[in-house]
Structure formats: C-alpha cells, structure tokens
C-alpha cells in the first residue's frame, strides 16, 4: 500500500535493506504495516464470524471453523494488531519527540520487530498445519489440555505468544531504556510530550505483565507435551489457575493498548485546540496511577468463577478506582478543548470520535466492576459490545487519529480531508451499528462465542444490524486505503510542520533524515516549537 | 421479590442512569465546545496549562460516586448471594447440576434424574450445587438474574428464585467446545404442589411400551451412554432416558421433542448439532419407527 512511498524515501528500503535495517523510522514503519496486513486478515474472520451470525441457524461456517476463527480473531488484534501498531506508533516517533538520533539498543530493535512477525507467522501456519487454536484468545484450561484440545492448534498458540511475546518485551526494554536515557538536553521528565510518557508506562506494563504470559505459556506446554498438570483438574491441577496467571497478565495488557492511544490523544487534542494539554502533571499521574491499578483488577473477568464474595468485591473495587483516573484524562481531554481555537482537521476529527466512544466504553466497563450486575452480563454479548467500544472505539480511533497525524512526518504527503470524512463517518457508523447492538443482545441473553443461535428469542434484528456495521466499517478501511495510496502517489506536500504542532519530530524535515536532527536539539519547556514561534509568550519553565 | 432477577435490575437502573448522565455530560461539553470554539484562522488564544481546583473536583466527584455504587452493590449481593432468603421463609431446594459437553444434567434428592430442563418449585429459594464432568461450564438463566461458573474440581452454589410459575430459558455461558451455542437449558417453575407430583413421577422408574424398540435399545449401542432406569442398565455418560418423552426439547435446545423431532435426532445427530458426542447409529427405518415410539412413550 504505501510501498511507493518506501521506495520513493531515501534510506534503508530504497536500496532493499528492509531485511537489515536497524533505522527505529523504518522499523517503526514496518511494525505499522505488519499491525495493518494483520488487521485485514482479523478483520475478515470477523466479517465471516458476522455473516454466520447475521441470522439464526446459519450455516455458512461449521462450529469448528467459527471456533478457530473467532479464536484467531482474538488473538490477531489484540498481539498482532493492536500491540504491533501501537508499538510501531511509538517506535517512530518516540525518538523524534525526545530529540533522540535513535532507540538506545537499533539492533535489538529489529529482533523485536522480526520476532513479532515470527510469532505472527507461527501463529497462522497453524491453519496449514491441521487446524487453528480453537479455545478463545484466553484459552481457558481445561479445554486446552491434550484431553479436549487433541490438535495442534493450541501448541502453535503457545509458540506463536511466546515469541511475539518475546518481541514485544524485548521492544518495551528498548523503548523504557530510550525515554529514560536518550532524552536531548532540557527534556526533563516535566516536559516529555505525552505520548511519549504513555509509551514509556506502557513499557513497563509490558516487562510486568507479559513474563506471566510467558509462564504460563510454558506451563501449558508443559501439559500438552511433557505430561504435566497444572491446569487439568482431572490429574490434581487447578483450571482457575491459568484464568488467574492469563488475567492477571490480560488485564494490564487493555491498558497497554490503551495508554499510548490516551497519549495520542493527548498530543492531538491540544495542537488542533491551539492550546497546551489541560492539568500535564494530571494526564501524566493518571496513567501512572491506571498503570499500578491495572495489576490489582484481573479477577473482574472472573466474578463468575466462584471465589467468593470478598475477593469478588475487592478486585470490584479496584476496577471502579481504575476509572477514576482514566475519568480525569477525558475531563482534561474537554477541558483543553475550552476557549480554545480548534481546527477540526482529520486527526482531531478522530480525536473527538475517540473521546465519544471511548466513553461508552469506560461506563460500560464500571458496569461490569459492579460485580452483581457483572453476574449477569459476563460472558453474553454485552461484553463483546462494551471490549469493542474500548479497543475498536479507543484504541482503533486513536490510531486513525495518529496515523492521520504523524502520516505527513512519515511520508511527506498530507492525506486526503473528504476521503477522510469518509473514512470517518463510515467508521463511526460502522462502529456503532456493529457493537451498540451487541449490549442489547447480551442484556437479551444471548451468550458469547456461539456459533450459531436459536430463532425464537428475537435475536435475529440486532445481530443483523451489527453485521451491516461490520461491512460499513469494511468499507471506511478500503476508503483509507485509497486515501494512503492517492496521497503517496501525490497527495500535497506537508513540509516540515502542517498542523503548527508542538513538539520535536515536527522541527525537522518530512520525513526526516536517517539521524533524524541535523543537531541534537535542546528544550526549555513542554511545546518547543510553540517557544519557538512565539517567543514573547514562552510557556512557563 | 418477584424473582432473583429484580435486585440486579434495580442496581442496573440506577447505575445505568448515572452512566447515562455522565456520557451526556461529557458529550454535550464535546460538542458545544467543539463547536462554540470552532475557529480556522490562524492566531492564538489565550494558554490555559490547567487549574488544580478542577483537577480535585473530577477527581473527587467521580471518586464519591463511585463509593456509593459500590456500597450499593454490596446491598444487592447481599440479596441475591450467600444465605439470601429472597423474602422466602421456606427452606431452600437443592439441585445437583452436572455440566456436560454439551449438556446439563440435574440431579434431585430422590433419585429424580433429567437432562436440560429442570422443574423447580415456585416462591421456594432454589441452591443448584454445579460441578463438571470435563470442561468449565456456566448456567445461565437470564430471567432470574445471576449467572454461576462451573468448574471441574470445584462446587459452586448458584441461587435462584422466582415466585411466579413459568418457563424459563437458559444456556451455558462459558465457552466449553464445538457446541457450547447447543448447550441450552429450561428451567420450569411452578407451584409446589405440581412439582412435588413431577417430582414423584420423575424419580419413578421408567415405564414406557415394552416391544420393539425396547428390544433395539437393548442391542443397540444406547446403553453405553444412556441409561433408563428400570428398562436399561446402561452407563451414564449421555443424558438419563428414563423420563426423556416428558421433556420439552431434545439435544440441548436443538430439536423439538416430538416424533419428528426425535426420529430426526437419532438418524443423524451430526446434522443437527456438529461435534455433538452421539453417533449416528444405523437403524433400519422399521427400527427407528420402533425406538422413537419407545423413547417418546418414557414420560
């Protein structure tokens, strides 16, 4: 899609280096488009997932075919979409907004790059290989022991996670190494932009978080292929363990594709309001304080479990508090937008739509901390609906807004503002269509991860509607498509800074040099390019 | 209380209409800011970095609502969790509930055995004791309320309640395998009276026609999964036979127990339910004809 443009840059692809290069704009690049090809191939198993369930009793899929293929659908956005994406956002532009020449370790840099594109791999040969996993992304025991889960489906799973695993978590050191080391001189902590901030919490969820995952990774192996029973009741194992060691590495991992989507937002809202980002040290506090509390909410995917009543209203608790900060972000978020001059560009277009829906899902998801009203609505469609408005109303919108915004840093090409709206009121639509419904459906009693459903029970409206809502939002992402590829093939040229944005990767050329800053540049506040165009009114130190 | 339902509704209400407000809050401030301060020329207005006063306001405010949807939500556990009477004074019931791939087996004190469709009295508390036979299952019956997990290796109690007579459909709610969309359940509530009487006939021994089928049954390979107690000493792996014509579906929720229903589930239970445990087993038609008048006749 944007292969013109790799060729068209000067630099490691021009001359086919790809497979060596080193340069944190190039891997950057190649993250987003393996977190994007990955996206289409999730993206049609969820269209083929909507079209077995637009009516009752269809049988455009087998139940063993839907079973892989919501599976893989999983685990495909979340570890090859989302992350990778994210990952490869902060990849890029990290560097250039700390005024850095590059990450501190490039060559584990593109390790962690070709390490998530093996596991990706690994995961898909798979289908080839007799048959894709089938438990869930969450793989709950003891349906994945070598007593139910005869195939190997689930022991590609285990190697497909823990290499990409190993990917990001040796990515994470890199970039936690980098923000904290590799800042240019006067970039104090006070003053690093946003983004860069969430990357550098999410970092560290992710060296906490995803080692659980590993072992208990390793621990399913070890069932499957040693003999081992660790989570096999029948053989004195405990199945709620796995859901405790896989949820308590899951949780955090919602965050860790939600910071740097808040720290995105947090870069755009302020430019396009042509103001400074309301209460910095809040917005900043409140990821640190969503980062420590993501680690002490896991069992609200388990109230159903039967851990009893106290653990069940701790971890209730707990999951309400999260909202607290997440709550003093959105607030700051509208508060920059007040007296401001706001310019609704295609990325703060997608800012505000991020803002909107990324709402739902938050209340939706204090719904779900209140543990007798969590009693009712896990493990129905209601949840489907309330995961989708975070990660595809949160997460997916953010990126939209990033790519729309860092898209001419990158290329040196602005895309297109009317197959923007396009692309935005399609996937608003979309969006909405597809996963408000779902809420109604599960409030209905219609369980998840069915493969089909009885008539009778006045399903059959609401799952159609959201199977429209895919196809629109299917055809929001070919009209972006096509605004990458106009624009890559001569969009108008952006310059150095089309948006009168704030911080460094604006200050030099699009897309910039293979060492990034002719000098390393020096800050004396938050916004240096504001400083810079406005000298009589600096920010304050 | 009408059923176990009612307080999780109340709590939803009320947690659903302050949700609703603050989503309205915070997107009439989007759109009347986004709009009021809309401006494309270029120039610069006044640099506001914050105020700390607001940053404590929607810190707090959030903070004390969310302090009273939690104490809320310990009143509603209290209703519908451990020891909770839903304002019966009678002794609860209690049912053995066993999930299986892909179907739920409900045992009664007295020996009473079904599969998929369990009686409970009317305005009595009811405590299903859940445990599994493989994988983790879940009952779900949306219309009274909470939903439980069960888990191989574990007992979890689910409490239910309803003080009006009537059908209820459920499912299992935790992914369990090929079928777990097939794995659906009803629950039928009525008065004591009338659930003593079905209890007494459910744990009788089975009298269907003696025959034909019953001859098939017994060579055939139904009693390596089936039993029907008092005709076919069997193992019981797949649902318990003795009582299956009284029961309203067959299969988990997939066929409709009627002649046609039932002829259509054992001549080919792929087609109906994929991945389901029970083969097809070759029988003559004239068989079929015989076994399905002989299981239809098991009331």
Same mark, same amino acid.
């Given at each position: 899609?944007?292969?013109?443009? +790799?060729?068209?840059? !000067? ?21 987003? +488009? ?34 892989? #293929? ?110 904290? =080391? ?28 995803? !080692? ?80 420590? =509390? ?248 | ?61 959030? #903070? ?63 405590? =299903? ?30 409490? +239910? ?93 997939? +066929? ?44």
């Amino acid at each position: 899609m944007t292969a013109a443009a +790799l060729v068209r840059r !000067p630099g490691a692809f021009a001359t086919a280096g790809v497979l060596r290069t080193v340069d944190h704009k190039d891997i950057g690049i190649l993250y987003v +488009l393996l977190g994007v090809a990955f996206l289409a191939i999730g993206g049609v198993e969820a269209l083929l997932l909507r079209i077995q369930l637009a009516s009752s009793g269809l049988r455009v899929l087998d139940p063993s075919t839907y079973d892989q #293929l919501f599976t893989m659908h999983g685990i495909t956005m979340i570890f090859l979409v989302a992350v990778p994406l994210l990952v490869g956002f902060a990849n890029y532009v990290v560097p250039l907004q700390i005024g850095a020449p590059d990450v501190a370790f490039p060559r584990l840099n593109a390790l962690s790059f070709w390490l998530t594109l093996f596991g990706g791999v690994l995961l898909y040969l798979s289908f080839v290989a007799g048959g894709a996993p089938d438990a869930g992304w969450f793989a709950y025991a003891p349906l994945t022991e070598p007593s139910h889960a005869v195939g190997s489906g689930m022991d590609w799973y285990v190697f497909g996670l823990a290499v990409s695993g190993a990917g990001t978590i040796t990515g994470a050191i890199n970039l936690a190494v980098t923000i904290l =080391l590799g800042r240019c001189p006067g970039m104090v902590m006070g003053r690093v932009p946003m983004f860069t901030w969430m990357v550098l919490i999410t970092s560290f969820l992710i060296l906490a978080a995803y !080692p659980v995952l590993t072992s208990a990774l390793v621990m399913l192996l070890v069932d499957r292929q040693l003999g081992g029973r660790f989570f096999d009741p029948a053989g004195g194992g405990n199945a709620v363990l796995w859901q405790h060691l896989f949820w308590s590495f899951g949780h955090p991992e919602v965050y860790i594709v939600v910071l740097p989507a808040f720290g995105m937002i947090s870069e755009i809202v302020p430019v396009f309001s042509g103001k400074p980002l309301f209460g910095y040290r809040f917005v900043a506090g409140s990821g640190i304080a969503i980062g420590f =509390l993501s680690f002490s909410v896991w069992a609200h995917h388990m109230f159903a479990v039967g851990l009893g009543d106290s653990e069940n209203a701790f971890f209730s608790a707990a999951s309400m508090l999260i909202a607290i900060p997440t709550g003093v972000k959105v607030f700051n978020w509208v508060a920059t937008l007040w007296r401001g001059r706001i310019r609704l560009a295609m990325p703060m277009v997608f800012a505000l739509g991020f803002i909107a829906t990324f709402v739902i899902g938050g209340l939706t998801g204090v719904s779900l901390a209140v543990v007798p009203i969590d009693l009712y609505a896990t493990d129905s469609y209601y949840v489907v609906g309330h995961l989708h408005y975070v990660l595809f109303g949160g997460t997916l919108m953010a990126v939209f807004a990033g790519l729309y915004y860092w898209f001419p840093k990158v290329t040196g090409r602005l895309l297109g503002h009317r197959l923007g709206l396009t692309h935005f009121w399609l996937t608003l639509a979309g969006l909405t269509l597809a996963f408000l419904p779902m809420h109604w459906l599960g409030l209905q009693g219609m369980p998840r991860r069915v493969w089909t459903y009885p008539p009778g029970l006045g399903w059959e409206w609401s799952n159609l509607v959201s199977t429209v809502g895919a196809f629109l939002i299917a055809a929001g992402a070919i009209v972006l498509a096509l605004n990458v590829w106009r624009s890559v093939r001569g969009g108008e040229p952006a310059g150095d800074d089309p948006w009168d944005a704030y911080t460094l990767e604006w200050s030099t050329s699009s897309p910039p040099p293979a060492y990034n800053f002719e000098s390393i540049p020096r800050v004396r506040g938050k916004r240096p390019l504001w400083d810079r165009a406005h000298p009589d009114r600096m920010d304050p130190e | 209380m009408a059923t176990s339902l009612e307080p999780i509704v109340v709590l939803s209400l009320i947690v659903g209409a302050l949700a609703a407000l603050v989503f309205a809050g915070v997107l009439a401030a989007l759109i009347v800011f986004t709009i009021r301060f809309r401006d494309p020329r270029p120039g610069s207005v006044p640099q506001i970095h914050g105020h700390r006063g607001l940053e404590v306001a929607w810190t707090a405010a959030p #903070l004390a609502l969310l302090a009273t949807i939690f104490a809320l939500s310990l009143v509603t556990l209290g209703q519908i969790g451990q020891g909770a009477t839903f304002g019966s004074l009678e002794p609860p019931v209690h049912v053995t509930v066993v999930g299986h791939q892909w179907w739920f087996e409900f045992r009664y004190p007295g020996g009473a055995v079904t599969a998929n469709e369990a009686h409970i009295p009317a305005g009595v508390p009811i405590e =299903l004791d859940l445990g599994s036979a493989d994988v983790i299952h879940d009952l779900w019956i949306p219309e009274l309320g909470a939903k439980s997990d069960i888990v191989p290796g574990q007992r979890n109690v689910l409490r +239910l309640f309803t003080a009006r007579p009537g059908t209820f459909s459920g499912a299992c709610a935790e992914f369990c395998g090929l079928e777990h969309a097939w794995m659906r359940v009803l629950i039928v509530a009525e008065p004591r009276a009338d659930f003593e009487r079905w209890l007494r006939s459910q744990a009788a021994p089975a009298s269907g026609q003696a025959g034909r089928g019953l001859e098939v049954v017994r060579s055939a390979v139904c009693s390596s999964c089936h039993v029907v107690r008092g005709q076919l000493a069997g193992t019981s792996i797949g649902p318990d036979l003795t009582h299956v014509g009284s029961r309203a579906t067959l299969a988990g929720g997939v +066929l409709a127990n009627t002649d046609e229903g039932m002829r259509a589930w054992i001549a080919d239970p792929q087609r109906y339910k994929p991945g389901a445990l029970m083969p097809r087993v070759p029988l003559s038609a004239a068989d079929l004809d015989a076994v399905v008048a002989y299981l239809r006749s098991l009331r």
